[in-house]
């Protein structure tokens, strides 16, 4: 039989060995650095958000975090080709460039809705794409765009005139400026970047005649060394696809907005995108968004 004073010993030497463990396991969790869009307020929350209930469920032991300062894309793609440690996982739209130097996850974050484009432009030219029917009817037009997005590349390789900036945050001045006519945006952020714009004095509006779309996904991308992240990242996100959080999350996120858009009521501008690969999952209709828009 343990002696008083002994079992008295044994109990603080248990609860420090409980907390010992609960430290080495919050010291074992591997530190995921993703590249920080710009200052401010974060407009991917819903990616991270995303990428956060995916890891959760995916059986390994991550914490995400982001880069101290707004890093580039080109910046973060050559990090995670080198592996230098800088960023250990990006999200951005899918190349076959990209596919063959990085790892993607083929689980499209936007659904889709990537390449669906709504364009902001200046006040007084609101009206101004009431007359666009068509891509032709665009090309006289200047398209801004980040140098380094490959969206630069889509519109491009359609005939149209395109003006670029190294910085996003520029790309709203440039237009208020009349640098260039309008800025083509993702439906699921557009209104946001308005609103952000308004409070920095410019005066940018949301268009609302046309949508410019081009078939695209935006992936998860790791290290080609890391296939063991990339495939902790798509078993968390399957996991969400087969129990409904995965459109719980999006609906919660964009579906205001979606609404807002009311794609079926513009006029679509399609343009081609010679830029994506062979094996992206459009034959998993589950992965996409299809807005009932008229052709």
């Known amino acids: 039989m343990m002696h008083p004073s002994a079992r008295t010993l044994c109990m603080p030497i248990a609860r420090l060995a409980t907390l010992l463990m609960l430290c080495a396991t919050a010291l074992a969790a591997e530190p995921l650095t993703y590249p920080r869009h710009s200052n401010g307020a974060d407009p991917e929350a819903y990616v991270v958000e995303l990428l956060r209930q995916a890891l959760a469920r995916s059986g390994g032991d991550y914490q995400l975090q982001p880069s101290h300062r707004p890093m580039p894309q080109s910046r973060a793609e050559q990090s995670l080709e080198q592996n230098d440690g800088s960023v250990q996982l990006m999200w951005t739209m899918t190349t076959k460039a990209r596919e063959e130097s990085l790892l993607p996850v083929r689980i499209p974050i936007y659904k889709g809705l990537i390449g669906w484009r709504v364009p902001l432009v200046r006040r007084e030219d609101k009206d101004w794409l009431a007359k666009v ?153 589950e992965l996409w968004y299809r807005p009932n828009a008229p052709q």
Do not use: C
Request: charged letters at 25%; proline letters at 5%; zero cysteines.
């Open 133 to 285: 029917h068509s891509a032709a009817d665009l090309k006289p037009l200047r398209i801004g765009q980040r140098a380094d997005w490959p969206d630069t590349r889509i519109l491009r390789s359609n005939g149209l005139q395109v003006i670029t900036s190294q910085s996003y945050d520029s790309l709203f001045r440039m237009l208020d400026a009349g640098r260039f006519d309008l800025f083509p945006r993702e439906v699921v952020v557009v209104w946001d970047e308005q609103a952000q714009a308004a409070k920095a004095g410019l005066n940018l509006e949301v268009d609302e005649h046309i949508v410019i779309h081009y078939p695209s996904a935006f992936y998860f991308f790791t290290s080609r060394a890391r296939a063991d992240l990339a495939g902790h990242i798509e078993r968390g996100l399957e996991a969400m696809i087969a129990d409904g959080s995965f459109e719980a999350l999006f609906q919660q996120y964009h579906g205001a907005t979606i609404k807002r858009a009311g794609l079926e009521r513009r006029r679509v501008i399609e343009l081609e995108n010679p830029d994506l690969p062979p094996q992206t999952p459009f034959q998993r209709e």
